[in-house]
């Protein structure tokens, strides 16, 4: 068990919906990073935050968006679905920081499987 | 531009024999450089990691990596593979932008 909490762990919905995933890092860590694993696409990073801030965006659709909360939990919001969003979304966090940089070393949630119909 | 490159997709080898799985990277400066392994429904875990210093690094589950600044590569080697290490491998690199990148990953399978 990583510590990382992340729900649901199963979504099936239908093109246009929207949906909330969310994630709870592990006690005392700032930073949250989401991934979406897919089979042809590997594991791309979403976008990061560190203590409520967003600090880094990656391939993150503009239908995609992430906030980070007070309490650190963090939701990933994925609105106007299409089929070729279903993934594994993962949502990973981290304490360890060197000269302001995250040292990389993640505890990863079992993820959430959207399946879009 | 930034990048992770797992060369491999697949790998097959047989139980007991030896494994190298390849990473190379493209930035430019000296990377945090580490190995994650996913087994089947699970998410990432960190199998070892290299920030500074002794270029051979050794990690969890008899797993070992060497940094090679000229190669920009950061190769992962076990001398013996057990059935239980077929799983999923993904090489990532700490980028300046505080973003974290991962390699595609590469199939390990595992032949008895």
């Known amino acids: 068990d990583s510590g990382v909490t992340q729900t649901p762990k199963h979504l099936i919905t239908a093109t246009g919906q929207r949906v909330t995933l969310r994630c709870s890092p592990r006690s005392g860590d700032l930073s949250v990073y989401w991934y979406q694993q897919s089979l042809d696409q590997g594991l791309q990073f979403l976008i990061h935050?560190?203590?409520?801030?967003?600090?880094a965006k990656g391939n993150i659709l503009e239908r995609f968006s992430a906030q980070q909360f007070p309490d650190l939990h963090s939701e990933l919001n994925l609105s106007s679905l299409e089929l070729g969003d279903s993934a594994l979304y993962f949502c990973?966090?981290?304490?360890?920081?060197?000269?302001?940089?995250?040292?990389?070393?993640?505890?990863f949630g079992e993820g959430s499987r959207l399946t879009v119909l | 531009a930034q990048s992770v490159t797992q060369p491999d997709i697949h790998i097959t080898v047989s139980e007991g024999a030896s494994l190298e799985l390849r990473c190379n990277y493209s930035y430019g400066a000296t990377p945090y450089l580490f190995w994650y392994v996913q087994s089947p429904g699970q998410g990432l875990q960190l199998l070892l990691k290299?920030?500074?210093?002794?270029?051979l690094v050794q990690g969890i589950k008899g797993f070992e990596a060497e940094f090679k600044r000229s190669q920009s590569s950061f190769n992962l080697r076990k001398p013996s593979v057990h059935w239980s290490d077929a799983a999923e491998y993904f090489c990532a690199v700490v980028m300046g932008d505080d973003k974290i990148i991962f390699g595609k990953g590469t199939r390990l399978h595992i032949l008895p």
């Open positions: 290299y920030f500074s210093g002794d270029t």
């Open positions: 935050y560190y203590n409520g801030e967003e600090r």
């Open positions: 990973a966090s981290s304490t360890s920081r060197d000269r302001g940089l995250d040292t990389g070393e993640l505890f």
